[in-house]
């Protein structure tokens, strides 16, 4: 076997990360006893007629076992919090009805998803009201991955998913399935969502908590568990790793730098294995990894850090041993060729606090900021100006595509950086270029992931058109969004 590379240091520049503005809140640790893992339960269909499935989505209040005593009103979908994990396969047609229990108006993005903008995809222009509901239907078109469904009501994104919503969706396909990856949901196959609260007599208080450059929390919690103990009954064990804060970017290793593997990132299966000690994601980044516990015996524990603190315990139990190895090739990515004589597309994240502008300007949800004709490969240049107080990482996320990652400040991207990505963490004073290309007509956001920045206005809008079949697009207002008329 050839010498493996195994990266063993952060790709983001630390000096940066540590550039925190004065709201930031360290991770703390929590005295209180372990508990078993939540691992979220796999959503049922209402029904399936042969290539046709259909979902009930609900967006609900409950009530949660978080700190020891009282219970924390939580929000979740189809839970009292997160959600169940929806699992949907390539090539199957899904409807899906989603359903509005809460007491404000919401919405349901499927972030990842290629589905069609604005309304499918479940931004601000799609609104399900209180006691209401929406149908959707879309053809799963898109290879296997981790992605995830998450409220986008302008500027309620952030403290809704504060309050709870948020649920993994696994996509399946043939072609993943044939490789040697764990795949058991809940048993080798696990979600890891992490997300970051602070709590009040047991209940949570955004406006307390609040900070426009995104809102953090003291404690960590992995899928809605502090001090979280998955049981592993399974020499390998996959995690599909998902950023859910609202702004913590996740610096992950182990206590005992126990090595992993990463085989997917947002979009899908990487094109090689990339072998890591360490691993940094941005908020909304998504990480597929598989840990392979053959060095460890029946009692030992293996911890989750996240920075200095610990986040959650891997407890080996006894498993049969596994010699499966991975290819050293996964998958091939087909990058599609640039489409020639077409100007750099050039889009600029600036400011902190209430000066956060993409493109100098803030959010309007009717006002189209760019067209790109679907088809065409477009370079973006996402500019990071670290433009005040030293700046800070911000996330950039398109709707309705997953793009490549061409350069870093016209470096090689990250090692982990070779596959589909919806999500880039982009550093301050960094220009990170990327192809994008659209396959579908619609309205699309694309904005910063720091969910405080997005809600602020750090958003702007792509209509992804067809010159064959010129659309238009009826374009809520914010006011609209939020006071229906006829309600
Ligand atoms: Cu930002």
Partial sequence: ??????????????????LHDGGYVPLEKVDMPDHPLNIPAALKPDKVEGNDVYYTITAQEGETQILPGAKTKTWGYNASLLGQTIVLKQGVHYHVHLVNKLPEVTTFHWHGLNVTGPIVDGGPHAPVYPGGSRDIDFTLDQ????????????????????????????????????????????????PIILQDRSYHDNQLDYKKDYDIDGTLGKYALVNGT????????????????????DRREWRLHFDDDHGFTQIASDGGTLPEPVRLTKLMLTCAERAEVILDF????????????????PIMKF????YVPDDVKLPEHLTTIDAPEVTPGLPVTRTVMSGMDDQVRLDGKLFDMQRI?????????????????????????HPFHMHGCQ????????????????????????NAGETVRIAVQFTKFGV????CHILEHEDTGMMAQIEAYDPNHEHKYHLLSMDEMNHPKNK
């Fill in 444 to 447: 699309y956001m694309y904005h």
């Fill in 294 to 309: 053959g060095d460890k015996k029946p009692g030992d524990v293996v911890t989750l850090m996240s920075d200095d603190m």
């Fill in 143 to 190: 290879p296997a991955q981790t992605d995830w469904i998450h409220p986008h009501p302008c500027p309620n994104t952030a403290r809704q998913v504060w309050n709870g919503l948020a649920a993994a969706v696994v996509v399946t396909d043939d072609e993943e399935a044939k490789l040697p990856f764990p795949r058991n949901y809940g048993v080798d196959d696990i």
């Fill in 226 to 245: 502090i001090n979280g103990v998955f049981d592993v009954t399974t020499q390998r064990v996959r995690l599909r790793i998902l950023n859910g804060s």
């Fill in 315 to 318: 407890k080996i139990g006894q």
């Fill in 403 to 426: 793009f490549l990652v061409i350069s870093r400040n016209g470096k090689e991207p990250y090692p982990n950086e070779h596959g589909w990505k919806d999500t880039v963490g982009v």
């Fill in 369 to 393: 900021d760019r067209r790109q004709k679907i088809g065409d490969t477009v370079l973006w240049d996402v500019v990071n100006t670290n433009d005040m107080d030293g700046g800070m990482i």
């Fill in 1 to 18: 076997m050839s010498e493996t590379k195994v990266y063993n240091n952060y790709f983001f520049d630390e000096p940066v990360f540590d």
